[in-house]
Every structure is written in C-alpha cells, then in structure tokens.
C-alpha cells in the first residue's frame, strides 16, 4: 500500500493576521471553561489569564474578552456605556466587535443576541436566548472590609459575611439609611455574595429571576462570575430596612416624554435640573412612536417605578 507523501504545507492552516474574534483558540478554551464554572457554582469568582487587548485596563478588557469568546457571525450586538450606545467607550467597543467577527450590531435590545454593558441593564427584559456581559472593575464585595485577598476568599468559603453586614448596619446608625449606591452587595443563590458591578440600585433586582444568562468579568482583576438564568439575587437587607432603589418613579425624560424609568440628571444654566433616559435605545423607541414611527417595544422591568411581575 503506497502512502502519499505529504508537506508541511499541506498539514498546516494558510497564514491569517488573527485569529477569528482576536483571541486566540487557547485563550478562547480557558474562558469558556471558567465561565461553565462560573455557570455551575452562581456568584463565585472563578480565576482566568486575562489576555491583552486593544483596550487599556480598566475600560472593559474583562468584558470584552467573554464577548470575543462568545460571539459568533450571525450574533447581534449591542454595546451600551451607563446606558448609553452613542459614548466613545461603548462605539469604539462595538466596532471592534464588528470589525474581528462579522457579526451585525444593533441599536435595539430586543434584538440583540449579546449585550455587552457597563454599569446598566437595559429597562426592557431579556429572554432566554439572549446573553448579558456586564464589565466589572472591582469584582470583590469584601475589599471595603477586608483588603487581604488571601483572607477574603477563605471568608467567601466559610459563607463568613458578618463584616460586611456590619459596614452595612454601620451606614443606618450613622445615616439613618444604606449608603450603598452601585455595587450593592447580594446574595446569590442563597450561598456567595457577590458586587454586580457597578449598576445602581435600580438594577440590582432585574438579575432575580431573570431569563437570560449574566456574565460578570474583570479584566485587571483576572476573575469571572455569573448569574445562570432563573437564579435568585438577594440584595442584603435587614428585615425592618426594606431595599430601596432610586426614586425616580416621578421623574420624565426631557427628550422623550418616558416616565417612570432610571434617568440621568442633566445640570441647567439656571441651576435647575433636566432628566433623560439612562437607556437611550429606549428613549429612542419613544421618540420615535411620538413621531408616528411603528415601534416595538418589549417587556420592561418597572411600571410606573414599581417592579412588574
């Protein structure tokens, strides 16, 4: 039986400039592997080697690399910054995706297969098909406590979170009232504590329950956690001091007419203040429907300032 000789060249690939979605094949393998973890043990922050990216630290490296791991050519993405698609953080990070994976973007969350945040959660609800990734600069919850990373983690192991509780009953004594804005700590699954990076209060309850898959990276810090679809996520409260969000029930949207929604404080000449939609692919979608545009909007989150069911 002859053999046909066959050359290196035959064996190997052709050369590219890069691998698809940048990051190469090994690195790809090693975060889709801490993210099953993650998957598997809800609110544990799971080590990684945080690759290089054309990005500094600090500005969503964590973020990007999970959604370079996920993305695929028929995926939709939607890049958003504090709620906003248009900031250069959230443009020049949609691009890039665009650019390195061929994949459609979109200005419309219910469209979007792969959101990619920072420090919000679209107003509209996510479905089961769809992915969050939200950026996560500090993924410890017990640094303000306990600064010594060895001892912290052997805490998180023990489910040892009396100092956190007591920063917390420290904060009502003094303030008569939590403190905490972003980043309020919660409880997941009933077993890890957990920061779900730096959304403001108002958010914190869209992760309870919620369809859709979260996944939580920081990129500096070299960890990944995740909250898999239909999991609880308790913000710690004591039983007489309810959890509050922000309250911006009574507040309306300047530019689109919305009420009832998180928005930003816009500072006037005269000293007053203008409000606006923090999500402004949804004050958009107004805009549009108050020109007579047939729009579609999906589920939200709220009514009226109240959580819907």
């Given at each position: 039986m002859s053999v046909t000789p066959q050359s290196l060249k035959t064996l190997s690939r052709a050369w590219e400039p890069m691998s698809y979605g940048f990051l190469d094949a090994s690195a790809k393998r090693e975060i889709r592997r801490k993210m099953i973890k993650a998957v598997a043990v809800p609110g544990c922050q799971m080590p990684y080697a945080s690759r290089e990216v054309p990005m500094a630290r600090g500005w969503g490296t964590g973020g990007l690399q999970v959604s370079l791991t996920l993305i695929r050519p028929n995926m939709r993405i939607k890049v958003i910054d504090q709620g906003a698609d248009d900031s250069v953080n959230a443009a020049s990070i949609r691009h890039f995706l665009a650019r390195v994976s061929g994949a459609p973007t979109t200005l419309d969350t219910l469209q979007a297969d792969l959101i990619q945040s920072r420090h919000r959660i679209p107003e509209e609800k996510l479905n089961e098909a769809q992915i969050l990734v939200l950026q996560v600069p500090n993924p410890e919850p017990l640094r303000p406590v306990q600064p010594n990373m060895s001892i912290a983690r052997q805490m998180h192991a023990d489910a040892d979170y009396?100092?956190?509780?007591?920063?917390?009953?420290?904060?009502?004594?003094?303030?008569?009232?939590?403190?905490?804005?972003?980043?309020?700590?919660?409880?997941?699954?009933?077993?890890?504590?957990?920061?779900?990076?730096?959304?403001?209060?108002?958010?914190?309850?869209?992760?309870?329950?919620?369809?859709?898959?979260?996944?939580?990276?920081?990129?500096?810090?070299?960890?990944?956690?995740?909250?898999?679809?239909?999991?609880?996520?308790?913000?710690?409260?004591?039983?007489?001091?309810?959890?509050?969000?922000?309250?911006?029930?009574?507040?309306?949207?300047?530019?689109?007419?919305?009420?009832?929604?998180?928005?930003?404080?816009?500072?006037?000449?005269?000293?007053?203040s203008a409000y606006e939609l923090s999500d402004s692919g949804f004050g958009v979608k107004h805009i549009q429907q108050s020109t007579g545009d047939a729009v579609t909007f999906g589920k939200t989150w709220y009514e009226n300032g109240e959580m819907a069911e």
């Open positions: 009396g100092r956190m509780w007591l920063q917390l009953y420290e904060q009502i004594v003094r303030s008569g009232r939590v403190m905490q804005g972003a980043s309020y700590p919660s409880m997941v699954n009933g077993r890890h504590v957990m920061t779900p990076s730096p959304i403001p209060r108002w958010d914190v309850p869209k992760l309870n329950m919620a369809q859709h898959l979260t996944i939580l990276s920081a990129g500096r810090e070299k960890r990944i956690f995740a909250v898999p679809p239909y999991t609880r996520v308790e913000p710690l409260v004591f039983d007489d001091v309810p959890y509050k969000v922000e309250e911006h029930h009574d507040l309306t949207c300047s530019r689109s007419g919305a009420k009832g929604f998180f928005m930003n404080e816009i500072p006037q000449e005269d000293g007053s």
